[in-house]
């Protein structure tokens, strides 16, 4: 602030200058003209001739000034002097006489700046006229002018340093709370993301505190829901690895041959579920990544999509006797999609509704086109009892007393999918009351990520 006020300082001193002068003239040129109309009243003709008759009085009572010099002057339409002083210069550019008003103008005479109050004066109607000028040195209005400004300025010589240092109190002094907050929030430690205490910052900032502590509170359960996800992560890997470490250890001691290559079988199959484990995990990494810019958003044809992904499992539903359908329609199914992660998505329920599907059963998957694109993926094989539906989302979560390999991690792996996509995903019982129908609601291709 002290930039623009320092500024500003000049600039109030020159137009101070220009009022002040302003000021100081207006009553000197009325005086001025006052004395054109005197001289103006002792212009007269006599005998044919224009002649001024100035009594010696008034000639002595014109230059009885003790500041200011004063001339004045009278010239005939030829210019020939009639009174007064010669060396006042005749006003220039006006050509036409201009009657009976007084003008005003600044001149120089021998280095002298003068104020001068000139004036056509007629003397005869539409015959005669003189130039009547009077002219003064500039001394009182000089002085009038310097005192005007001092007095307008003086009192500025205090006030500017006072208001200097009162804004600048005011400011130290406002700005002390927010010094705090960042004093506070540098010596924080790089993990603390506990809340900044609203109460003590500052009313205007208390808005920003606000937003601040929920964006904090957002990270902490963020992080809270990773440092879990890593637990159960370890956990789980943990089992197949013992599982492996195990039967290694028993092939190792194994001397018949048969036994051996059923070992080495059983290692061969842990390694593939731990295998498993890990591509679901990344997969989950992956999707959760849900920065929106880290996926490449494209216009995806979802039926296209799926009939590829029900081909790809027709061999696995061949081998177990399972009648894989695939309902498509004719209209457009276009949505916001990432094919990558859609495919994961597919796969993750295909799979679950072959492997949750005696043999001999039905897997249906729909795509039905609409106000929203919904896909579908039904069977008829053994289902999951209503209290189970919500928590089979969660990650690791596996209901009990199913025998078939696997992560617990297909649904959560779906769920992140379809959220990312802002799909809703729900797990419902089969149509015919058996088996079971995940939807997964999409919005059309243009009403999202706009
Ligand atoms: P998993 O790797 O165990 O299949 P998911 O997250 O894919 O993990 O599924 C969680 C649980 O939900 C499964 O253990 C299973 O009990 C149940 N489930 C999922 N899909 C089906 C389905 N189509 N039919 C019956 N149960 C299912």
Not at 228 to 239: E, V
């Amino acid at each position: 602030m002290l930039a623009p006020l320092l500024l500003l300082w000049p600039i109030s001193i020159a137009a101070t200058h220009l009022v002040a002068n302003d000021i100081a003239n207006e009553p000197y040129d009325q005086a001025l003209a006052e004395s054109v109309g005197a001289i103006s009243r002792l212009v007269r003709v006599i005998d044919g001739k224009v002649t001024v008759t100035l009594p010696p009085s008034a000639r002595t009572i014109l230059h009885a000034d003790e500041q200011d010099e004063l001339y004045f002057q009278v010239r005939n339409s030829q210019g020939r002097l009639l009174a007064g002083d010669d060396q006042l210069p005749a006003p220039s550019g006006d050509n036409e006489p201009v009657i009976s008003e007084v003008r005003f103008r600044d001149e120089q005479l021998a280095g002298e700046p003068l104020r001068v109050a000139y004036k056509v004066h007629e003397v005869e109607a539409g015959q005669r006229w003189v130039v009547i000028q009077v002219a003064e040195t500039r001394h009182k209005r000089e002085a009038l002018t310097s005192r005007i400004i001092s007095g307008v300025l003086l009192p500025q010589f205090a006030i500017i340093p006072l208001a200097v240092v009162l804004v600048w109190f005011g400011l130290s002094r406002g700005l002390r709370p927010l010094s705090r907050l960042r004093e506070r929030m540098a010596t924080r430690r790089p993990g603390d993301l506990s809340p900044i205490e609203i109460r003590r910052a500052p009313e205007e900032l208390q808005p920003m505190v606000h937003s601040f502590n929920e964006v904090m509170a957002r990270l902490e359960e963020n992080l809270q829901a990773q440092q879990r996800f890593i637990a159960d992560a370890a956990h789980q890997m943990k089992t197949p690895v013992t599982g492996l470490r195990m039967q290694a250890e028993l092939a190792a001691r194994e001397t018949d041959p048969v036994q051996l290559r059923r070992s080495v079988e059983q290692i061969a199959q842990a390694a593939e579920r731990a295998g498993h484990l890990i591509t679901q995990l990344l997969t989950l990494a992956r999707a959760e990544s849900s920065h929106e810019k880290l996926h490449r958003f494209e216009s995806v044809d979802l039926e296209g999509l799926a009939r590829e992904a029900t081909l790809d499992w027709l061999p696995a539903a061949q081998a177990k006797r399972i009648d894989l359908g695939f309902e498509g329609s004719e209209w457009p199914s276009a949505i916001d999609g990432v094919p990558l992660l859609l495919g994961e998505l597919l796969k993750n329920l295909l799979d679950n509704a072959i492997k949750y599907t005696p043999a001999g059963g039905r897997v249906t998957v729909r795509v039905v086109p609409g106000e929203h694109i919904v896909l579908e993926v039904e069977d008829d094989g053994v289902g999951v009892a209503e209290d189970d539906r919500d928590r089979i989302f969660e990650r690791f979560y596996r209901v009990l007393g199913t025998d078939a390999d696997g992560s617990g991690l297909g649904l959560a792996i779906c769920r992140e999918i379809a959220e990312l996509h802002r799909a809703a995903i729900s797990f419902l019982g089969g149509s015919n009351g058996r088996g079971s129908r995940v939807v997964v609601v999409f919005p059309r291709a243009g009403t999202t990520h706009s």
